[in-house]
Each structure stands twice: as C-alpha cells, then as structure tokens.
Nanobody
Framework: QVHVVDSGGGSVQAGGSLRLSCVAS????????MGWFRQAPGKEREGVAG???????RYADSVKGRFTISQDNAKNTLYLEMNSLKPEDTAMYYC?????????????????????WGQGTQVTVSS
C-alpha cells in the first residue's frame, strides 16, 4: 500500500521560513518524479516545485529564488525549503509522488501527472 505523508506546515510572518517534509513508501518511487503543490481556498491546485530521478528540478515562477526542493534518498524524504515567504504563499501544501520519469520530458508541475498524494499541510503567512 502506498503512503505519502507530508508535514512541516505552520504559521509565520511575511519574510519568514518553513521547511516541509514528505515521506513516501510502499512503491518504487525513485523511478519517478516527486513534487510539491498547493491549493488556496477558491483556487485550483497548482504546481510549486518538482524533482525527477536525475535531480532535475522545476519551479513555478512565483517561487523561483525563494523555494528549494531537495531529496534525501537515504531517508526516503522529500523537502521543500521555503524562504522569504509572502502572504500569497498561504495555502494547503501537498506532496505528490509517481510523476513523470523526467521533468525535461514530462510536466512536473502539472498535478494531473502525479498518482500518489499526501494529506496536505497548511502554510499560513501573515503580513
């Protein structure tokens, strides 16, 4: 059975930082990309950052230079380091696995391309 567990959300002031974590188990996820997505109330789920098996990363324009996606294979954990947070970053953040093999070929920021999802972790940034 596949499990994707994301955590690390919280409430911070604008300019602050948070680190989200995601542990995926129950399938051979190393052959596929993983990613972080977010959904604000009344809005569609959008891609934030994706990373494939070769370490190629993709970022939404709105987070480039502020967010960093990384993976610790020894711990089977995916991270999203978020710096210089803005109120518009407020959303439920989801980890996803089972995405395109290569981000250079498939769209690692399209939620429709990912098969397994975490339950979400809330990030709230106040001004």
């Amino acid at each position: 059975q596949v499990h994707v567990v994301d955590s690390g959300g919280g409430s911070v002031q604008a300019g602050g930082s948070l680190r989200l974590s995601c542990v995926a188990s129950g399938f051979t996820y190393r052959g596929y990309s993983m990613g972080w997505f977010r959904q604000a109330p009344g809005k569609e789920r959008e891609g934030v950052a994706g990373r494939d098996r070769d370490g190629t990363t993709r970022y939404a324009d709105s987070v480039k230079g502020r967010f960093t996606i990384s993976q610790d294979n020894a711990k089977n954990t995916l991270y999203l380091e978020m710096n210089s947070l803005k109120p518009e970053d407020t959303a439920m953040y989801y980890c996803a696995a089972g995405g395109p093999t290569y981000c250079s070929i498939g769209d690692c920021l399209n939620p429709r391309n990912f098969e397994y999802w975490g339950q979400g972790t809330q990030v709230t940034v106040s001004s």
